[in-house]
């Protein structure tokens, strides 16, 4: 979808590296997910966000809402081959129940 | 359930075959969603039910795709006359209620020959 673009599309880090996926929308924000996925499998709830400035984190991943920039962050400290896999940011735009998905970014680890 | 149950897991359908994908959704979740994701790409709402009833579906690319969910918990996804763009991977996902996180299951990949 347009209305949320992710970059990069795709990323190969060294392991023990930190890195930043980025995801921008269009349009205004009322909820903003952060998923992963494994090729074949179904996606992997990481974090929701839903207020400006918010901030969350597991393990070593962090998740951040710029509201006014209509934009979220999702950084990974001391990148492990297990970070591996696609990320896809997802939305709720001005309101609606459904998700937007952005396209993806597939995360590679060297080892 | 635990999760959300798709099945099959798989499908390879012959062109102009109809298909039938089903999902389970958690027990309660009042909303349940379909998307479709194309290889390489994110994935594509199809279309939403809230309880029984169908609210959304603008996303359903054509009147061959068509789905159910007649007592507000399973659902399934009918596709007539499949054609080989159809080919994707069909994601499930419930929610207990808007604001709330949404489940996804593990997705029936159907090829279409």
């Known amino acids: 979808s347009q209305e949320l673009e992710q970059s990069p599309q795709s990323l190969i880090v060294q392991e023990g590296k930190n890195l930043t996926i980025n995801c921008t929308s269009s349009k205004t924000l009322y909820g903003l997910y952060w998923y992963k996925q494994k090729y074949g499998e179904g996606l992997i709830f990481l974090m929701m966000?839903?207020?400006?400035?918010e901030e969350k984190s597991h393990e070593k991943i962090t998740a951040k809402l710029d509201e006014k920039k209509q934009q979220s962050s999702l950084h990974i400290t001391a990148s492990q081959p297990s970070h591996a896999g696609i990320y896809l940011c997802?939305?709720?735009?001005?309101?609606?129940?459904?998700?937007?998905f952005g396209q993806g970014t597939r995360l590679t680890i060297n080892p | 359930g635990a999760g959300v149950s798709q099945s099959p897991r798989y499908k390879v359908a012959k062109r102009g075959q109809d298909v039938a994908l089903r999902c389970d959704p958690i027990s309660g979740h009042v909303s349940l969603f379909w998307y479709q994701q194309a290889l390489g790409q994110g994935p594509e709402f199809l279309t939403y039910f809230q309880n029984e009833a169908q609210l959304d579906k603008s996303g359903l690319p054509s009147d061959r795709f068509f789905a159910e969910r007649p007592e507000g918990s399973v659902s399934t996804l009918k596709i007539q006359r499949t054609q080989q763009e159809d080919s994707a991977v069909y994601l499930c996902?419930?929610?207990?209620?808007w604001g709330y996180g949404y489940t996804f299951g593990s997705g029936t990949r159907l090829t279409v020959v």
């Open positions: 966000l839903q207020k400006g400035g």
């Open positions: 997802g939305a709720s735009l001005q309101g609606a129940q459904k998700l937007v």
């Open positions: 996902a419930s929610s207990l209620s």
